[in-house]
């Protein structure tokens, strides 16, 4: 069956480190995965896009990773800060361009610890 | 710009009654989709309009779910009648035509069925 996973627990960080997020998908090939905060009572905002044939994409103290071959992208947020403590989601787009809609995983709640 | 505008933000409603959400997307958004999130899980695509005509609404259920988009712009989302289980945030994002498949999600509308 289909399957986006992202940590299922809360992640703790301190602030000034580094927070690294985990989205694994199994039975897609999505042809952009993309990143989006979501914050308590608002809807996601979009964040970053990787494309199936990019490694690698950043934007500001942001860093994500792309592998299909393990079928799994890493969200990185460098000199981490108490206003980046968020919901973030994964979300997988199969046709590329907007053809489809998105496919969400549940989120992995953030909390930078000032 | 203005961003995608959802009304009303909250509606409590008892079950078997119905319920009707409106949306106003990005001027010039071709593309409008309605998303279905239950808390603590990533929202599900329910239907997804181009323009005014249907491109996807496989997961929409139809027994008690209805969409529109009249003249390729608002769109409404009716559920009726309304089940227990429908208590969710309905969401709804736009997205230009092109290479581009970022969306961007309104505020959402929070229903309770009691």
């Known amino acids: 069956s289909q399957k986006i996973e992202q940590n299922s627990e809360a992640l703790n960080i301190q602030e000034g480190k580094t927070a690294t997020l985990t989205c694994n998908y199994t039975?897609?090939?999505?042809?952009?995965l993309q990143w989006y905060r979501q914050d308590p009572g608002r809807g996601p905002v979009f964040l970053l896009l990787?494309?199936?044939?990019?490694k690698e994409k950043r934007k500001e103290r942001l860093k994500v990773t792309f592998d299909t071959t393990l079928k799994q992208s890493l969200f990185h947020i460098t000199a981490s800060q108490p206003a980046d403590s968020a919901t973030y989601l994964c979300?997988?787009?199969?046709?590329?361009?907007?053809?489809?809609?998105?496919?969400f995983g549940k989120g992995t709640h953030l909390i930078i610890q000032p | 710009e203005a961003g995608v505008a959802q009304s009303p933000r909250y509606k409590i409603i008892e079950k078997r009654q119905s319920v009707a959400f409106w949306c106003n997307p990005i001027?010039?958004?071709?593309?409008l989709y309605w998303y279905q999130q239950i808390l603590g899980q990533g929202p599900k695509l329910l239907i997804q309009?181009?323009?005014?005509?249907?491109?996807?609404d496989s997961q929409l259920p139809k027994d008690r779910f209805s969409a529109e988009r009249l003249k390729g712009v608002d769109s409404t989302l009716k559920i009726q009648p309304a089940k227990l289980e429908d208590s969710a945030v309905y969401l709804c994002?736009?997205?230009?035509?092109?290479?581009?498949?970022?969306?961007?999600f309104g505020p959402g509308t929070r229903l309770t069925v009691t």
């Open positions: 994002a736009s997205s230009p035509r092109g290479d581009s498949s970022e969306q961007y």
């Open positions: 039975n897609y090939s999505p042809a952009y």
């Open positions: 990787i494309r199936e044939n990019e």
């Open positions: 001027s010039g958004h071709a593309t």
């Open positions: 309009f181009q323009n005014n005509g249907v491109v996807d």
């Open positions: 979300a997988l787009d199969e046709s590329g361009g907007g053809a489809d809609g998105l496919t």
